[in-house]
């Protein structure tokens, strides 16, 4: 759906709910909508750009396997003083330490009977 708001497809091209149905994907941890997410975001297409959080985005799409993640994350990296790039690894650092627990949560309930 995030796709679609984003190139107009069968929806009016809107960036703003392109951004918000690629982060709900996202932040499920599907690795093609983190990617969507980071490119969006570090090119600033349609939204405010914001190249810390796309890089966040795009290394954890690079741990999905997405292989286009990683030359777009060195790609935006290239731009940021190595602060902002410790501040995105951070933030990549943060949401897997969040998104374990929840993800254990999850496959303990789905091995109850």
Excluded at 72 to 99: G, L, N, Y
């Amino acid at each position: 759906m995030g796709l679609n708001f984003a190139n107009g497809r069968g929806v009016v091209c809107d960036a703003q709910q392109a951004v918000a149905w690629l982060r709900r994907a996202a932040e499920q941890g599907l690795g093609r909508a983190q990617y969507n997410l980071g490119v969006i975001l570090g090119r600033g297409a349609g939204v405010p750009k914001d190249p810390i959080e796309a890089v966040m985005w795009l290394g954890l799409a690079a741990m999905r396997g997405e292989y286009r993640a990683d030359d777009a994350r060195k790609f935006f990296s290239r731009e940021m003083s190595r602060d902002d790039i410790a501040r995105a690894r951070r933030r990549c650092a943060q949401w897997i330490a969040q998104a374990r627990p929840a993800a254990a949560r999850v496959a303990e309930q789905r091995a109850l009977p």
